[in-house]
C-alpha cells in the first residue's frame, strides 16, 4: 500500500503535487471526476474562481491551483470547473502543506448551487404566475364590466324602440314587460296601476291574464322604497302581502313608474336567477322615467280619439320614419368608425403600395446577389398590401348600412364575406367544407343576416376549440332559402334554452347569452325560423331557413 492510498477513501476529489509542482498522486474520485491532464498548467486552465485573493501582472497567478501552491499558508476558495461537454461543476477546494507537498481537496458542491439556482428560478417563476394571475383577474373583471354595458346598452335601445314605436298604453307596458322578462329570465312580471284611492290594482301581466284587475298591497317597506321613485331589489318570500308564500326564495325587481312627482304604478319582475342584478338598476332607473313619460304621452293620445284620427296618417309617416331610423342607427356608429379607419389605413397604404412599385422598378434593374432576395421581399409585400386592402373592402361591405330596405342579395357571397372576417379564428385549426348551391338572389337585410352569421359561426369555431370541421349547406328549395351549419364540436346540453336572452353554455366573464336570441329576432324579422340539432361531444346544427319572396 502507497502512503497516498489513504486518500482514495476520501468523499472528496484529492490531488497531491510536490514543491516541484509536479503531480504526485491522484485519488480515484478525482480521475472520475476530472479529465486526464498532461500537466498541471492544462487542468488549472479549466478550473477558475470568481474572487482572487492576489494581485500579479502574471495571468497564471488568477488560477485557483497556482493561488493553492503559491500561499505560504493554508488556502481555500468556491471555484469550477468546465468538463468536456460544457458544463459547469462547482467544488468548495481547501490546499494544506505537509512538508514538501501540496494536499489539495475538491469537495464536490455542484448539486447544491443547482439547487439553489431551481430555487431561486422557482421564487422568480412563482412570482411571475401571480402577477399573471393578478392580471388575468383584470381581465376578467373587465371583461364583466364591458358585457353588463352591453347588456343595459341593449335594454336601453329596446325600451326606447318601444317606447318611440308606439302610443298605445297598453302596447308600450306589454312589450317592455316582454322584454325585462326575457332579459331577467322572470317566471312572472307585470305592471299594477295606482288608482284615485292609493291602492294598486294589475293591469298587465307579460303571461296570463288571471290576475288582470287584482287588488295588492306591499309591505311598510317595500312602500316606502317606491316612495323614493328608485329601481330596487329584494330577497322575498311572497311577491305582496296578500299572495301566497313561494316555496323558495326568489328575488323581486320593482320599477316605480313616476311623471315628473305624481306616482303612476310598478312594474315588478319575480325571477329565480341568482345572479346579482344591482349593476342593472341604475339602467333600470333610466328606463322607468322612460316608461312613465311614454305612459303619459300615450294616455294624452289615447284621451283625444279625434285628435288620433286627424293625425293618424301623419303619425304613420312618422313611425314608419322613426322604423327606418331605428334601424339604420344600428350600425350608424360602427359604419362610420369602419369608414374612417379605412382612409386613415387606405392614406399610407397607397403609399406603401407606391414605394413598393418603385422598389420593384429598381430592383428590376439591379444585377447582384442580393437582387433575388429583394424581388422576393417586395413580391411579399405585395401580397401582404393586397391583404390588407381585401380586409378594408370586406370590412367596408359588412358594415354598409342597408337595413332600411329590403335589398337582393348573393347569400353565398355574404356567408363568404362574413368567413373573410374571422378569418384570424379559423385559419390555423378549423376545416372549412362549403356545399353551396345555386341560389337567386334573395330579398332580405344582408347587414342583420351577417349578424346571424357571424354569431353562429364564431360560436361553432369556439365550440371546437379551434380545431375541427366546418361545414356549410345552402339551398333554394320550395321557394325557401335554407342554410346550414354545422361544426364537430362539444354539443349544447340545453338546445331548448339557447334562444333565451341571458342564457348562455360558456363560463362565467365570457358570454353573455344574448347572442342566438339577437340572431332568432333577426330571422322572425325575415318572417323564417332558426333550428339547432345537437350532440354531446359530437358537435352541432344550426338550420335558417328564410322564405324566398
Known amino acids: 500500500m502507497g502512503k497516498f492510498d489513504i486518500f482514495n477513501k476520501f468523499n472528496s476529489a484529492v490531488i497531491i503535487i510536490d514543491d516541484k509542482k509536479d503531480v504526485v498522486f491522484k ?10 491532464f498532461s500537466t498541471l498548467k492544462s487542468f488549472s486552465h479549466k478550473l477558475d474562481c470568481t474572487v482572487y485573493a492576489l494581485e500579479s501582472n502574471d495571468v497564471s497567478v488568477t488560477s485557483p491551483i497556482i493561488q493553492a501552491i503559491n500561499s505560504p499558508e493554508d488556502f481555500s476558495a468556491h471555484v469550477y470547473y468546465q468538463t468536456s461537454n460544457s458544463r459547469y461543476l462547482y467544488f468548495d477546494m481547501s490546499a494544506s502543506k505537509k512538508g514538501k507537498y501540496n494536499i489539495i481537496v475538491f469537495t464536490d458542491v455542484t448539486s ?30 373587465i371583461k364583466k364590466q364591458a358585457q353588463s354595458q352591453a347588456m343595459k346598452l341593449l335594454l336601453l335601445n329596446n325600451i326606447s324602440n318601444i317606447i318611440r314605436s308606439y302610443v298605445d298604453t297598453s302596447k308600450i307596458i306589454s312589450s317592455a314587460l316582454k322584454e325585462l322578462s326575457e332579459l331577467f329570465a322572470s317566471f312572472k312580471a307585470y305592471y299594477a296601476i295606482y288608482s284615485n284611492d292609493m291602492n294598486a290594482y294589475i293591469i298587465n301581466k307579460s303571461l296570463n291574464k288571471k290576475d288582470i284587475g287584482l287588488k295588492i298591497t306591499f309591505d311598510e317597506k317595500t312602500e316606502k322604497n317606491i316612495s323614493y321613485a328608485k329601481v ?21 325587481v ?23 342584478l344591482n349593476d342593472a338598476l341604475e339602467v333600470l332607473d333610466g328606463v322607468a322615467v322612460q316608461l312613465g313619460n311614454a305612459i303619459i304621452q300615450a294616455e294624452l293620445y289615447e284621451k283625444d280619439a279625434r285628435m288620433v284620427k286627424e293625425l293618424k296618417n301623419a303619425l304613420k309617416e312618422l313611425k314608419e320614419a322613426q322604423l327606418q331610423l331605428i334601424n339604420s342607427e344600428k350600425m ?15 392614406t399610407p397604404l397607397a403609399s406603401i403600395k407606391s414605394n413598393n412599385e418603385i422598389a420593384a422598378k429598381i430592383i428590376k434593374n439591379m444585377h447582384n446577389k442580393n437582387s433575388e432576395l429583394l424581388t422576393e421581399i417586395v413580391n411579399i409585400d405585395r401580397e401582404a398590401i393586397a391583404r390588407i386592402n381585401g380586409l378594408v373592402v370586406s370590412l367596408r361591405k359588412f358594415v354598409r348600412l342597408d337595413e332600411a330596405e329590403l335589398q337582393e342579395a348573393n347569400i353565398n357571397k355574404e356567408i363568404d364575406l362574413t368567413l373573410d372576417l374571422i378569418r384570424h379564428e379559423t385559419k390555423n385549426g378549423i376545416n372549412i367544407i362549403k356545399n353551396y348551391s345555386e341560389i337567386p338572389p334573395i330579398k332580405c337585410y344582408p347587414n342583420m343576416l351577417n349578424q346571424v352569421f357571424m354569431n353562429i359561426l364564431v360560436n361553432a369555431v369556439q365550440a371546437m376549440n379551434g380545431k375541427g370541421i366546418l361545414t356549410i349547406d345552402t339551398n333554394f328549395i320550395n321557394n325557401n332559402l335554407i342554410v346550414k351549419i354545422k361544426d364537430t364540436g362539444c354539443g349544447i346540453k340545453e338546445p331548448d334554452k339557447i334562444f333565451f336572452a341571458g342564457y348562455t353554455t360558456k363560463s362565467s366573464g365570457i358570454g353573455t347569452g344574448l347572442g342566438l336570441a339577437i340572431a332568432q329576432k333577426i330571422i322572425e324579422k325575415h318572417n323564417g325560423k332558426i333550428d339547432v340539432k345537437t350532440k354531446i361531444g359530437k358537435g352541432s346544427e344550426f338550420i335558417i331557413t328564410i322564405p324566398g319572396e
Open 27 to 36: 485519488n480515484n474520485l478525482f480521475k472520475r471526476t476530472f479529465s486526464d
Open 112 to 141: 447544491k448551487i443547482e439547487c439553489e439556482n431551481l430555487t431561486e428560478k422557482f421564487i422568480n417563476s412563482k412570482k411571475s404566475i401571480e402577477n399573471l394571475k393578478y392580471e388575468n383577474e383584470n381581465l376578467v373583471k
Open 232 to 252: 330596487f331589489v329584494s330577497s322575498c318570500m311572497k311577491e305582496y302581502t296578500e299572495a301566497k308564500p313561494f316555496k323558495e326564495l326568489v328575488q323581486r
Open 254 to 276: 320593482i320599477l316605480p313608474i313616476y311623471h315628473r312627482n305624481n306616482k303612476m304604478g310598478v312594474i315588478v319582475l319575480l325571477t329565480k336567477q341568482k345572479t346579482k
Open 332 to 346: 350608424a356608429s360602427l359604419g362610420q368608425l369602419i369608414a374612417g379607419v379605412a382612409h386613415e389605413i387606405n
